[in-house]
T-cell receptor, first 112, second 115 residues
Framework: GENVEQHPSTLSVQEGDSAVIKCTYS??????FPWYKQELGKRPQLIID?????GEKKDQRIAVTLNKTAKHFSLHITETQPEDSAVYFC???????????FGAGTRLFVKA | GAGVSQSPSNKVTEKGKDVELRCDPI?????LYWYRQSLGQGLEFLIY????????KSGLPSDRFSAERTGGSVSTLTIQRTQQEDSAVYLC?????????????FGQGTRLTVV
C-alpha cells in the first residue's frame, strides 16, 4: 500500500542554524507533496507545498525540494527561530491525486 | 463557519461503550478525511470520502470502526465497544480537491479518552 517515510523523528538545532527533514514515498504516481506544521495542542496547518512538475519551491525561510526519480522530498528551514519549534509532517497524494498519506512527523526543537 | 468543525472537542467514555464523533467540513469541499493521532505520534489515516464515490476504508483498524458521510457534507465516525487503546485525538480534514492535490484543512480534533 501507499507509504510515506519521514526522517528524523526528532531534530534539535541551535537558533540560527538550518534544519532539514527528509521524506520518501512509495507511490510513483503521487503528484502533490504538502508540508504541515503542528504546534503543541493545535491542529496541523499547511506551511508549503510542491507539485510534481516543480523541483524546488521557496517561501522566505522555508524551501522544499522534490526528486521524483528517487521519490524523495525535503523541507529546509534556514535561520531557525524558537517559534519554528513544532512537529512537521510531510505528506504525499496517492495515484489519482486524492488520498493524502502523512509521514510519522518530525519533532523540531530550536534552542535559543 | 469558516473552518472545519468537530464535535465534541473532548469525550470521556467507559470501556465497552459506543461513541460518535462528528465532523462538519468546509462548505463545498468534496474530500473528507479522518485521521487518528495518539499522544506524541503521527497522523494515522483512517478513512477517506471523495464526492459520491465509495469511501476508502483501508485505514480503519478494526470492524469496530465505521464512518459515514451524509449528503456529501457532515461525517460521523463511530467506534463501537471502545477499548483503552482507542484513546487518541481524532482529526477530521476536508479538501476542495481539484484533481491534482490540494491543501487539507483540519478541524481542532476530538480528544477521546476511554477509561
Amino acid at each position: 500500500g501507499e507509504n510515506v517515510e519521514q526522517h528524523p523523528s526528532t531534530l534539535s538545532v541551535q537558533e540560527g542554524d538550518s534544519a532539514v527533514i527528509k521524506c520518501t514515498y512509495s507511490d510513483s504516481a503521487s503528484n502533490y507533496f504538502p508540508w504541515y506544521k503542528q504546534e503543541l495542542g493545535k491542529r496541523p496547518q499547511l506551511i508549503i507545498d510542491i507539485r510534481s512538475n516543480v523541483g524546488e519551491k521557496k517561501d522566505q525561510r522555508i524551501a522544499v525540494t522534490l526528486n521524483k526519480t528517487a521519490k524523495h522530498f525535503s523541507l529546509h528551514i534556514t535561520e531557525t527561530q524558537p517559534e519554528d519549534s513544532a512537529v512537521y509532517f510531510c505528506a504525499a497524494t496517492t495515484s489519482g491525486g486524492f488520498k493524502t498519506i502523512f509521514g510519522a512527523g518530525t519533532r523540531l526543537f530550536v534552542k535559543a | 463557519g469558516a473552518g472545519v468543525s468537530q464535535s465534541p472537542s473532548n469525550k470521556v467514555t467507559e470501556k465497552g461503550k459506543d461513541v460518535e464523533l462528528r465532523c462538519d467540513p468546509i462548505s463545498g469541499h468534496t474530500a473528507l478525511y479522518w485521521y487518528r493521532q495518539s499522544l506524541g505520534q503521527g497522523l494515522e489515516f483512517l478513512i477517506y470520502f471523495q464526492g459520491n464515490s465509495a469511501p476508502d476504508k483501508s485505514g480503519l483498524p478494526s470492524d469496530r470502526f465505521s464512518a459515514e458521510r451524509t449528503g456529501g457534507s457532515v461525517s460521523t465516525l463511530t467506534i463501537q465497544r471502545t477499548q483503552q487503546e482507542d484513546s487518541a485525538v481524532y482529526l477530521c480534514a476536508s479538501s476542495p480537491n481539484s484533481g491534482s492535490g490540494t491543501e487539507a484543512f483540519f478541524g481542532q480534533g476530538t480528544r477521546l479518552t476511554v477509561v
